[in-house]
């Protein structure tokens, strides 16, 4: 099948998405920046239209699950995830001078761990530890099961291998996601697939922090902010509490912490507007850059 005959067929299989969320199959195609040859070598058009609506979703944060869009383009979930994988790995080199990454799909061992956390061993610490243990030799490149895994050493009173396993799999992390020595200019939280390598980096974070590692916490915190600018994990509040005086993550969220327990957005937000203007040689890049 010829090129002409691909995109013809995509633009059928593509039509009532793009028209659901107002926009035009080209459109679709020109935010995604897909190679052609992608399209004239694809066999399965089905999971080529699913994988570009992924994309596009994730692009424009539109929140829909992979597992949906596959259903509703008749395609194999696992199909879908390969396809998306590879379109979006086309530009994850640098682009316009800039390095972005995105992770791969690891929904296997992402599936098996959101098994295990609704399960009754996650409610066993012994248990946990050693089936946490297992899923990081499944993967060790996926970071949720790490922080997890402190977090059961850490109740059970191991301090030192609860940091030895945050710091394990810091490293791991870096290495996955450095150009060399080149920290990603884009690791976007918008790509699901880049979530737990943010998590398990900001862990590194705090622990450096808590430790009193300030300084070295701080180049942690600012690498995630500029690397996200959106900063959905917070990372500017984490540089902010360091400036002003916190000792660990946890204290600062004690300051902040409603009558429910939950954090008060307002009230951070207005502590965080007068130590931006208080340390302008932290934030002043950060205002500007989320003016723009």
């Avoid at 829909?64 to 383009?73: G, M, V």
């Avoid at 690498?223 to 959106?230: A, D, E, F, G």
Wanted: charged share 30%.
């Amino acid at each position: 099948m010829n090129i002409e005959n691909n995109y013809e067929t995509l633009n059928i299989k593509l039509k009532n998405f793009a028209k659901e969320y107002n926009t035009n199959v080209d459109e679709i195609l020109k935010v995604i920046d897909i190679d052609e040859m992608i399209i004239k070598n694809a066999k399965n058009l089905d999971v080529l239209a699913a994988a570009i609506a992924y994309l596009y979703s994730q692009k424009k944060n539109l929140n829909l699950r992979l597992k949906d869009i596959s259903t509703e383009f008749n395609a194999k979930y696992s199909s879908v995830s390969q396809k998306a994988s590879a379109i979006r790995n086309q530009n994850q080199e640098f682009f316009e001078g800039k390095y972005a990454f995105v992770d791969r799909n690891r929904y296997k061992v992402q599936q098996k761990y959101y098994d295990f956390l609704e399960s009754k061993e996650s409610e066993d610490i012994k248990k946990s530890i050693k089936i946490l243990k297992s899923l990081i030799k499944m993967d060790p490149n996926f970071f949720d099961t790490y922080i997890t895994l402190a977090k059961n050493y850490y109740l059970n009173g191991d301090i030192s291998k609860a940091e030895e396993v945050i710091t394990k799999g810091y490293v791991r992390a870096m290495k996955l996601v450095m150009k060399g020595i080149h920290f990603p200019d884009e690791l976007d939280w918008l790509w699901l697939e880049n979530r737990h390598i943010i998590r398990m980096i900001f862990h590194y974070g705090m622990l450096l922090w808590e430790k009193g590692k300030k300084e070295q916490a701080i180049d942690i915190f600012t690498k995630l902010l500029k690397s996200n600018i959106k900063d959905n994990i917070g990372a500017r509040y984490a540089i902010a509490g360091i400036l002003d005086g916190f000792e660990s993550m946890r204290e600062m969220e004690e300051k902040f912490a409603s009558q429910y327990g939950f954090i008060d957005a307002i009230k951070q937000e207005e502590w965080f507007e007068k130590i931006a203007t208080k340390y302008p040689e932290y934030f002043d890049w950060w205002l500007k850059a989320i003016e723009e």
